[in-house]
């Protein structure tokens, strides 16, 4: 197992990261925003994947072992905050949104580190006050500690395209319709199919971050046609696929 590096302070700084780079898992005692204004970001943590497309961030509390994962080119921006300064008040991770005020506020604080001027000081006053969770679904992926709903979540995940009934799945695991539904809401905090859109809807952002086309996405994530998964994709996200393509 890679040990798990400690960094005492969240750096503010701008890095780039190739198709499928990763960052191993890490915790600083800093809280941290991070955004990517292209592709797709995922961060990991023991509870979960957490995913942005570039109109949104993810705020990573202090001390919260996480690794990074990019999709597509990403340049990020990394934005570290004392563990005694929390504006959005949250312990968790969490998807931000990014107004197009918060991305130019983000681009500038980040572009120069290691200024100390009065100007950046108000730069980050502001850019803590547009700091808010996504009002839209939040895009994260629970991690089941059940091994049945283990088996199952992965199954699902492997094969987005599957239209396995939670009946069917649920004989795969070994138990029953009715205990696999009970656990789909105690540990994940949502219903199997719930959970089964924002998986494909995870595989769908990783297959557009890559410019797939969106007839391709639709079909090889498990939707019965385009207009469908464009529909969900907008009622997720805001925008269509075809949008979120033209912004990265």
């Known amino acids: 197992m890679p040990e798990i590096r400690h960094q005492p ?3 503010t700084r701008v ?3 190739a198709p499928g780079e990763r960052i191993d898992a ?3 005692d800093d809280h941290q ?3 990517a204004g292209s592709g797709v970001l995922a961060v990991t943590t023991d509870a ?3 995913f942005a497309p570039g109109t949104r961030a993810i705020w990573v509390p202090a001390c919260t072992v996480h690794a990074h994962r990019a999709h597509g080119h990403l340049e990020l921006h990394f934005v570290g905050l004392p563990a005694d300064d ?3 008040g949250l312990d968790a991770p969490t998807v931000l949104a990014v107004s197009p005020l918060l991305r130019e506020l983000i681009r500038a604080y980040t572009a120069a580190p290691g200024d100390d001027t009065p100007e950046r000081h108000r730069l980050r006053a502001v850019l803590r006050d547009q700091l808010r969770p996504c009002p839209q679904r939040p895009m994260h992926l629970p991690a089941p500690a059940d091994p049945r709903l283990a088996a199952v979540c992965a199954l699902v995940h ?3 395209a599957a239209r396995h009934t939670l009946a069917h799945l649920a004989r795969t695991a070994g138990t029953g319709e009715r205990t696999l539904s009970r656990l789909f809401r105690a540990e994940l ?3 199997f199919p719930q959970w089964r859109t924002q998986s494909r809807l995870y595989h769908a952002l990783r297959m557009l971050a890559d410019g797939a086309p969106v007839t391709t996405v639709a079909h090889r994530c498990g939707w019965a046609s385009t207009s469908a998964f464009i529909d969900v994709f907008r009622r997720s996200f805001g925008y269509t696929p075809g949008a979120h393509q033209r912004l990265n």
Do not use: F
């Open 9 to 11: 302070h969240a750096p």
């Open 15 to 17: 890095r780039t990261l």
């Open 26 to 28: 890490h915790h600083h």
């Open 33 to 35: 925003i991070v955004y």
């Open 48 to 50: 979960g994947t957490w």
């Open 86 to 88: 929390n504006p959005p």
């Open 158 to 160: 492997r094969d987005p």
């Open 189 to 191: 905090g949502m219903t």
